[in-house]
């Protein structure tokens, strides 16, 4: 299964985007759903992350802002990310996790928030 990101943009600060995950194939009934961003001259981090049966968890900087959600019939995942800050910015890369074995890496989609 490949998954492949969407959504990115370039917004103002207190903008709104929503990204996309695409799954070639049916997997996020069986996996965790995870959304991680990488900042320039950073490295990876998870913002957030919905297990196969829905259980939430977001990195302290995006909660309250961002909500993560899946399709498992559709085999999509969405990362709704509200209040963007500059701070946000960065390449969003999706993945799915099982049993702490990730997919290989997809392409990412590139947020840039303006101030």
């Known amino acids: 299964v490949q998954l492949q990101a969407s959504g990115g943009g370039l917004v103002q600060a207190g903008g709104s985007l929503r990204l996309s995950c695409a799954a070639s194939?049916?997997?996020?009934?069986?996996?965790?759903l995870c959304w991680y961003r990488q900042a320039p001259g950073k490295q990876r981090e998870l913002v957030a992350r919905i297990s196969n049966v829905g259980i939430v968890y977001y990195d302290d900087s995006v909660k309250g802002r961002f909500t993560i959600s899946k399709d498992v019939a559709a085999n999509t995942g969405y990362l709704q990310m509200n209040g963007l800050k500059p701070e946000d910015t960065g390449v969003y890369y999706c993945n799915a996790v099982r049993s702490g074995n990730m997919l290989s890496w997809g392409k990412g989609t590139q947020v840039t928030v303006s101030s």
């Open positions: 194939g049916s997997i996020f009934s069986t996996h965790a």
